[in-house]
T-cell receptor
Framework: RKEVEQDPGPFNVPEGATVAFNCTYSNSASQSFFWYRQDCRKEPKLLMSVYSSGNEDGRFTAQLNRASQYISLLIRDSKLSDSATYLCVVTDTGRRALTFGSGTRLQVQP | DTGVSQDPRHKITKRGQNVTFRCDPISEHNRLYWYRQTLGQGPEFLTYFQNEAQLEKSRLLSDRFSAERPKGSFSTLEIQRTEQGDSAMYLC????????????FGSGTQLSVL
């Protein structure tokens, strides 16, 4: 079983739609969680951290469910510029390495 | 430019050759990471430095791979006796005390082993 699992997609949605991605992680001791965004042929960039209480940044909302070991990302009012691969990222207690999922590809269509 | 820089951007080599990549992190960052990414996959952790000390190394990493960060600034990643399976994008990232765990990635070195 992979440490971090994501649905690869692609998710094809029209502009203005709301879309949600989930990610599951296998290590219950995982302590920090993030969503990174990666545009085609570019390096990953931090989108947002994920906190236990959930957090929101504009049109983006991240949630963490420790009991079920999953995190989610909700994008409201999708824009064409949101088209990218969204990487779920986890760190484990005592480790510095960030473990990346394989990513979920989003394609927002006009 | 104050971002993470990697050199070269592209490297084509023949199987069995050795290659070396360089990463210059953001100057005030004391943590440096190497990752490898293949098409359709997320970045895979290779190794981590805090200052000049290599503190973590992937168990999956072949002994053909070695990394150094001699003065706690730039880092090099060497692959000896390259194999076709080594073809990938090699990404370097850095972070610092004030950035918590936020990683800043370079643009990567694309390695093609023929």
């Amino acid at each position: 079983r992979k440490e971090v699992e994501q649905d690869p997609g692609p998710f094809n949605v029209p502009e203005g739609a709301t879309v949600a991605f989930n990610c599951t992680y296998s290590n219950s001791a995982s302590q920090s969680f993030f969503w990174y965004r990666q545009d085609c042929r570019k390096e990953p960039k931090l989108l947002m951290s994920v906190y236990s209480s959930g957090n929101e940044d504009g049109r983006f909302t991240a949630q963490l469910n420790r009991a079920s070991q999953y995190i989610s990302l909700l994008i409201r009012d999708s824009k064409l510029s949101d088209s990218a691969t969204y990487l779920c990222v986890v760190t484990d207690t005592g480790r510095r390495a960030l473990t990346f999922g394989s990513g979920t590809r989003l394609q927002v269509q006009p | 430019d104050t971002g993470v820089s990697q050199d070269p951007r592209h490297k084509i080599t023949k199987r069995g050759q050795n290659v070396t990549f360089r990463c210059d992190p953001i100057s005030e960052h004391n943590r440096l990471y190497w990752y490898r990414q293949t098409l359709g996959q997320g970045p895979e952790f290779l190794t981590y430095f805090q200052n000049e000390a290599q503190l973590e190394k992937s168990r999956l990493l072949s002994d053909r791979f070695s990394a150094e960060r001699p003065k706690g600034s730039f880092s090099t990643l060497e692959i000896q006796r390259t194999e076709q399976g080594d073809s990938a994008m090699y990404l370097c990232a850095s972070s610092g005390r004030t950035t918590n765990e936020k990683l800043f990635f370079g643009s990567g070195t694309q390695l093609s082993v023929l």
